[in-house]
């Protein structure tokens, strides 16, 4: 009898694990996903984005500016209503409009090559716009797989002008705006982790693709420790509005993240990430989540995350000083975690590299 039981309990508890475990599908093109519509996109992903887009599956220039411009999209929204669409490509569709606004400087560099690309694809220019982000960010080692609904509409109307924070604008008017989209201050700092993979092309235009940090190739903590660092000089013809010094030459230092670090509100939540890869990548990963179907109706949109690249991991998650700095040199803001200890790279104080294509 008392067999019998623990066998009718074990059945029951394989049909509990067997309707947990997602169905998959096996698509023409040989991969497996949990949904057959997403089997569309396979090809999108390898052929479109990965091929001509990403020059081949690069964490370069145009992830970059593919991860930019989900932002541009999606914060054109407000929860109060009034403004736009959010993540629904309207940045992209009506591009016209949208890049003529002074925060979208440079963004017609991406949406002029996506342009020929979204038409090819034959997705919406939400998904689209939103598909090429997460492909582009899994392109950049150590970055999180970040997720993809499939089933945007087509957007209405372009997004109105002011949704798009300037790196010029106080922490109080920035996370105003972050508020007004629906973020938190620590939703706002983890999607600043994006400008670890991130250069400048605008705000000096003498020193095009200037990185914000010493490794724009890789998905580390590294632009959270030295915006840390105390600025010493301007990397290009001097102070530009949006600019603040920076500790490194070829290194442009946004005004916006320098406030940000040093603001009581998000010192803290900043110094955080300094070495943290784990709370980075999964604390930037939830806030995207979020973003990327920011004013969607998300009971119409099927999830199709598998179909985003495994980003390859860091081999050392651990950050380093760049060469001849140390603690003395971080202006601590936050005294109510202790700052990490944290090594420094041997050598002579390194010159960064404009990143290619910019
Ligand atoms: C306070 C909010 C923000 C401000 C003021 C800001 C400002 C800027 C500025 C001025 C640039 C350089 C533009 C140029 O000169 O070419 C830039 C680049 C970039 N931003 Fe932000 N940003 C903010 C938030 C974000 C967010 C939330 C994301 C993504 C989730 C993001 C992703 C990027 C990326 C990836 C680049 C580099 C683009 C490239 O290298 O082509 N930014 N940002």
Redesign the pocket.
Same mark, same amino acid.
């Given at each position: 009898m008392a067999f019998k039981f623990a066998r009718l309990a074990a059945l029951a508890a394989l049909a509990t694990v067997a309707s947990a475990a997602p169905a998959t599908v096996t698509c023409p093109t040989g991969q497996t996903t949990a949904n057959a519509a997403c089997c569309a996109l396979f090809p999108i992903v390898s052929n479109l984005l990965q091929a001509q887009l990403f020059d081949g599956g690069e964490c370069g220039?145009e992830a +970059?500016?593919a991860?930019?411009l989900?932002?541009h999209d999606a @914060?054109g929204f407000s929860i109060h209503g009034g403004k736009g669409g959010g993540a629904d490509g309207s940045i992209l569709a009506f591009n016209q409009t949208e890049t003529a606004f002074h =925060?979208n &400087? &440079?963004i017609s *560099? @991406?949406t002029d090559e996506q342009w020929p690309i979204f038409l090819e694809s034959g997705l919406s220019a939400g998904d689209f716009v939103h598909l090429a982000a997460a492909v582009g960010t899994a392109n950049c080692p150590g970055a999180p797989r970040l997720k993809f609904f499939l089933g945007r509409p087509a957007p209405v109307a372009p997004a109105p002008d002011l949704t798009?924070?300037?790196?010029t *604008?106080t922490v109080t008017a920035?996370l105003t705006r972050?508020a007004d989209a629906g973020f938190s201050a620590a939703e706002?700092v983890a999607?600043?982790?994006? +400008?670890t993979?991130?250069? =400048? *092309? %605008?705000?000096d235009t003498t020193i095009? &693709?200037t990185?914000?940090d010493s490794t724009?190739f890789t998905f580390d903590t590294q632009v959270f420790l030295e915006v840390l660092l105390k600025g010493t000089q301007f990397p290009g013809v001097g102070n530009q509005p &949006?600019e603040v010094l920076s500790p490194l030459v070829g290194e #442009?230092r946004?005004q916006?993240?320098f406030v940000?670090s040093r603001d009581p509100r998000t010192a803290c939540l900043w110094q955080a990430m300094v070495d943290n890869q784990a709370l980075m990548t999964s604390s930037f990963a939830s806030? #995207?989540a979020k #973003?990327q179907v920011l004013g969607q109706d998300t009971s119409k949109l099927i999830d199709c995350s598998d179909v985003i690249p495994v980003p390859q991991a860091l081999a050392s998650p651990h950050i380093k000083y760049p060469a001849s700095f140390s603690q003395a040199n971080v202006q601590i803001a936050c005294s109510q975690i202790p700052f990490p200890s944290i090594a420094t790279v041997a050598g002579a104080a390194p010159t960064v590299a404009p %990143?290619p294509g910019?």
């Open positions: 220039e +970059h500016s991860l930019r989900s932002f @914060i =925060a &400087g &440079g *560099d @991406i798009v924070p300037e790196p *604008d920035i972050f706002a999607l600043l982790s994006s +400008h993979v991130a250069a =400048a *092309d %605008v705000i095009p &693709g990185p914000f724009p &949006g #442009m946004l916006s993240d940000i806030a #995207m #973003m %990143v910019s």
